[in-house]
């Protein structure tokens, strides 16, 4: 695929990669799932908006270190990066539409590493894909409950806790990984022979 010269573009790109597949992840769930698994829920409808505030507000800071690296031409990568952190959650989709579901079918290792591949044959850009791996370890760390880290290889759930500080300073790690890579990118190339007799 040819390069991509607008990082908006970019950026939409990586989105839909990610909605894309996350759904998919979310139709193997229910399509690959034993039925004891399939026990996806809502948490309380009351704390839903404070919660997709808190995902919002962390991706947010996320993309604005990214940005406080590279500068104010990364701004795509600062719309980009909360809603990537937002969007992970299109996996409880079927829940709203009154299907059951496997608990969330695309908070895995293996949905992340299919959309980073995804991501790398098309897109290939590295600070689009450190921004996906840090909006998608920022997630993880602001849930809480139980998931499925080898959905939909494995359906055997366990805690979120004890992974939620380590995800949160990999997130930032990647975050600032983004805005190094950019600044690496745009970085002008010094011209043979410039200055030279
Ligand atoms: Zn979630």
Same mark, same amino acid.
């Given at each position: =695929? ?31 799932? @034993? ?31 990214? =940005? ?12 980009? =990066? ?11 989709? @079927? ?40 909006? !998608? ?11 499925? @880290? !080898? ?10 806790? @004890? ?35």
């Amino acid at each position: =695929m040819v390069r991509m010269k607008s990082g908006w573009w970019a950026a939409l790109f990586a989105l839909l990669i990610y909605v894309g597949i996350a759904l998919i992840f979310t139709g193997l769930g229910i399509a690959f799932g @034993p039925s004891a698994a399939q026990v996806g829920a809502t948490r309380p409808t009351d704390t839903i908006p404070s919660h997709l505030a808190a995902l919002a507000g962390f991706g947010l800071i996320l993309g604005i270190l990214g =940005m406080m690296i590279y500068g104010r031409r990364a701004l795509h990568l600062v719309f980009l =990066m909360p809603a990537l952190t937002v969007l992970l959650d299109i996996d409880h989709l @079927p829940i709203y539409l009154g299907y059951a579901e496997t608990i969330r079918p695309a908070h895995s290792v293996v949905f992340i590493i299919t959309a980073l591949a995804v991501t790398a044959i098309t897109i290939k850009a590295l600070d689009i894909e450190l921004v996906m791996a840090s909006a !998608f370890m920022g997630h993880l760390a602001v849930d809480s409950g139980i998931f499925a @880290p !080898f959905s939909p290889l494995s359906f055997s759930y366990i805690q979120l806790a @004890p992974f939620r500080l380590p995800l949160a300073l990999g997130a930032v790690a990647a975050a600032l990984a983004a805005g190094v890579v950019l600044r690496r990118a745009s970085r002008p190339t010094i011209q043979k022979g410039a200055g030279l007799g």
